[in-house]
């Protein structure tokens, strides 16, 4: 067993920005989102990302701006430390080494030089309790600064950053947990607290969910699981307060905000609307309904233009105030588990999985966003807890892109399981998938497994399915033998069984010429041109999990896994068994573009990764602990540029990347050391401010930088910079509508320039006649002396063509090109006149 140090495990995108409550700076320009280990910054219009704020070791669990300057913020990881940015410019200005776990961080405007972190208390190792801290930032100009004074504020508090707020702008601090609301007041330094009962007499719960202060009456709004929202007042005096009832939600309230000025109160759940409620007003209240997914966090900007809330399904949504949404970041939608593999769409080389409920998504991995959803299921999802609805299950694509299969199943509590292996088509002219058949019911059971024909030079598209109802069934798309308008549709060519067993997993060789389907310990190898059962290949007791047949030099290999913790490797050409290992491997994958496999394998509640060639013993590359628990799913996927490492241990990532998905939904890849170099030096390249979203528009009107030119040695000047010609300058200007165009002064110096010809373009117009006219020098052997002198002037002005022609001047390039000129003008018409 071989481990390298060069090759590391990092998250490559898909990391979840609804984790932690988003923030908007002062001038609503930017979007702060925490996202796995470093911190995005959005822009609130164009929805692109500006920066990526890396530096954290671990989980990022809130960010915040800093009270004392709005063009900073702070971050906390569970790494131990709080990091000070400037966003705008996507600087690491200082970091403060805490030493603990940090969870959740809070700061007031009241409070100069303290910041507010919630970490896990100490003293008690039996359960997890949480305590909040106050932490006095040291006054230093080192960038690493070890903090050592902190204080605690209150003992046992949650771990949820929508359980404790500030309020009136920092005289106190509320917390909720349980049952029980407590209430910190700076001045006193004593606390209040206010329990309630388990159950009310309606059968409601009462456990409080989520807490918002009001930032200028003494008010405060907690939300609870029965969907009720109070509003507690008089709480200076424990045995005077009161609180009165607001309740619209259903469900649980997941996250409350009031509004700058207080004038608002915001609330939401998992009935994917925004409800805005009136202080003071209980009766009035304004409602943004179908967002798409359940809200667990809302914010508001500071200036109060705009709101923004986060959903369950990994996006951020962008609200004006006045109730309407103006932008969507996405991010990649990670469900509580993956009931489809990994997948690579051939012809947008992006990541295809689960989606939003009854969608998959199209995920670009080079960009980190999300390219579109396909609604599989095309039905409305109700959000309603213990709803049985139709989900995705199986997808799988062709070898060229153009089809993709799909199979969604609902299953009801007294009712038969209801399945549909849904057929789709790539058309051309809408740039995504369209419906081509639909098959109800095409197995009486669950679909177990499901893979396309790979072959290139195959002329029907095949797919095959495996079902628990003990048949395999082959699918072919053929023309249509009716009409001549209805397009080709999909029809079953063979069903196939092996002695009643259930069939687990299916798969076909590389060249398309051999199907193998498992039948629980049994290995069957089919023909599919005749269909005809070539072989079964037997193995040691277990049934089989996986099955993996080998590429190029290794074709005639076939790999499966077994529950009885084996890998075994056969021989296609004696049909016997070439050798087995003891391996518990959870996930067999083959790379497409090569003979290598990779082989993920738990033990010890972690997992390891072998990648090997079914032909050689050795295996080419291990790494142990990858992460931590099973991995499932994973997927190998095809560069756009080929590496070119030398190493022996790092050449299987020459041409695919391997990304694989953790227990948790991390996206997690594989990158070299020279890789990770490439990406950041090509970073620090960019010509474009970052200041600036990298938009069409941007792009045209925005401020470019002059490119570095290499200078002749006869230049005196450097080169411009190309400037857009004239006519695609205006036609760009009037195509942009008005409303959004710079001042005319701006675009009046650039429209000018445009309009110039450039010293450049004037040297190449030069070189090219100076070329043209020593291509003419062998038709004008009749004029030689001529054309030599004009055809190298620079080289010969000092040598003599000949005895007559000494003490001629050289002809300037100007005078030649005049010259040349009139030699090809016709003069017949001259002759003409002359003859008599």
């Known amino acids: 067993m071989v481990e390298h140090g060069d090759i590391r495990v990092v998250h490559r995108g898909g990391s979840r920005i609804n984790f932690r409550e988003p923030v908007i700076t002062n001038d609503s320009r930017f979007l702060l989102c925490a996202s796995g280990e470093s911190v995005k910054v959005f822009s609130t219009s164009t929805e692109e990302t500006i920066h990526d704020l890396r530096g954290h070791t671990d989980l990022v669990t809130g960010v915040l701006l800093r009270p004392s300057n709005h063009l900073q913020a702070y971050s906390c990881s569970l790494d131990g430390t709080v990091r000070l940015w400037d966003f705008t410019d996507g600087i690491l200005i200082k970091t403060y080494v805490i030493g603990y776990p940090i969870h959740s961080i809070y700061t007031s405007a009241n409070h100069e030089g303290v910041i507010f972190i919630v970490t896990p208390t100490l003293s008690d190792k039996r359960t997890e ?15 690493l600064v070890e903090v050592r004074e902190l204080s605690a504020v209150l003992s046992d508090v949650s771990s949820n950053p929508a359980a404790i707020d500030f309020g009136r702008g920092g005289e106190y601090i509320a917390s909720v947990k349980g049952l029980q609301l407590e209430v910190y007041f700076f001045k006193k330094q004593k606390a209040f607290r206010f329990p309630l009962k388990e159950d009310n007499k309606k059968g409601g719960k009462n456990t409080f969910t989520c807490i918002s202060c009001h930032p200028k009456d003494d008010c405060i709004a907690t939300g609870h699981e029965d969907g009720k929202i109070r509003l507690w007042r008089n709480f200076i005096h424990k045995r005077e307060y009161t609180y009165s009832t607001l309740h619209w939600h259903h469900s649980a309230v997941s996250s409350l905000c009031f509004t700058p000025e207080g004038t608002n109160l915001l609330s939401g759940g998992i009935e994917s609307v925004l409800v805005q409620w009136r202080y003071n007003q209980d ?6 309904p179908r967002l798409g997914a359940a809200i667990t966090h809302i914010t508001v900007s500071p200036d109060g233009a705009l709101y923004c809330t986060s959903h369950s399904d990994n996006k951020v949504t962008i609200i004006q105030s006045c109730v309407k949404v103006s932008a969507v970041i996405q991010g990649l939608v990670k469900g509580e588990s993956l009931r489809t593999d990994l997948m690579v769409d051939p012809r947008s080389k992006s990541l295809v999985l689960n989606g939003k409920p009854g969608h998959l998504q199209f995920y670009s991995l080079q960009r980190d966003k999300l390219l579109y959803n396909l609604d599989i299921v095309q039905q409305e999802y109700i959000h309603e807890s213990g709803l049985q609805q139709f989900e995705v299950v199986k997808a799988a694509f062709s070898s060229s892109g153009s089809c993709l299969a799909t199979v969604e199943e609902r299953k009801q509590k007294d009712a038969e399981l209801e399945l549909n292996l849904k057929l789709w088509e790539f058309d051309d002219q809408t740039q995504s998938f369209a419906l081509n058949t ?11 497994a499901m893979c396309f024909c790979h072959a290139t030079d195959s002329q029907t598209t095949m ?3 495996a079902s628990k109802d003990g048949h395999f069934k082959a699918w072919k798309l053929a023309a249509a033998a009716h009409t001549e308008d209805e397009g080709p549709s999909w029809s079953c060519d063979f069903v196939g069984a092996y002695h009643r067993l259930v069939p687990e997993c299916c798969c076909f060789s590389a060249d398309g010429s051999l199907l193998a389907v498992s039948f629980q310990e049994v290995v069957t190898v089919w023909s599919p041109a005749s269909w005809e059962l070539l072989t079964t290949l037997s193995q040691p007791p277990g049934a089989i999990r996986n099955l993996c047949f080998g590429r190029l030099s290794c074709s005639k290999y076939l790999l499966g896994t077994t529950n009885s913790n084996l890998l075994c490797c056969w021989n296609l050409l004696t049909c016997s068994l070439e050798w087995s290992t003891s391996m518990d491997v959870s996930l067999l994958l083959d790379d497409p573009l090569s003979e290598n496999v990779a082989a993920f394998c738990c033990q010890a509640g972690n997992t390891d990764l072998f990648v090997f060639k079914p032909s050689e013993p050795r295996p080419l590359f291990s790494q142990k602990a990858v992460c931590s628990g099973k991995v499932t799913h994973a997927v190998f996927a095809p560069r756009d540029e080929m590496l070119e490492s030398c190493e022996e241990s790092s050449q299987w990532l020459n041409r695919c990347q391997l990304y694989f998905l953790t227990q948790y939904m991390d996206l997690l890849t594989f990158t070299t050391k020279s890789e990770e170099d490439k990406l950041m030096a090509s970073s620090k390249q960019l010509v474009i401010d970052d200041s600036v979203a990298m938009t069409p528009f941007s792009l045209l009107l925005g401020k470019h930088r002059l490119q570095d030119g290499q200078e002749a040695a006869s230049n005196l000047f450097a080169e411009r910079a190309p400037l857009p010609q004239g006519s695609a300058a205006v036609r760009e ?14 675009l009046c110096s650039m429209f000018v320039q445009s309009l ?9 117009e030069n070189k090219q006649a100076e070329e043209e006219m020593e291509s003419e020098k062998e038709e004008e052997d009749s004029e030689g002396e001529m054309d030599s002198s004009s055809s190298r002037p620079m080289r010969q002005e000092s040598v003599g063509v000949g005895a007559a022609g000494s003490s001629d001047p050289a002809l300037t390039k100007a005078q030649l090109k005049e010259l040349k000129r009139v030699r090809k003008l016709d ?10």
Do not use: C, N, Y
């Open 827 to 836: 003069h017949s018409w001259l002759s003409g006149l002359l003859d008599p």
């Open 283 to 288: 009766t009035q209240r304004d409602f943004l």
């Open 756 to 764: 110039l010809i450039s010293v450049k373009d004037t040297r190449e």
């Open 129 to 143: 309790m949480f305590q909040l801290v106050a932490v006095h930032l040291p006054q230093s100009g080192d960038q």
């Open 463 to 465: 797919l095959v399915s």
């Open 733 to 746: 200007l009037l195509q942009t509508p008005a409303h959004v165009l710079p001042s005319t002064s701006f």
């Open 438 to 448: 639909t098959i109800t019911a095409p197995h009486e059971d669950r679909i177990t």
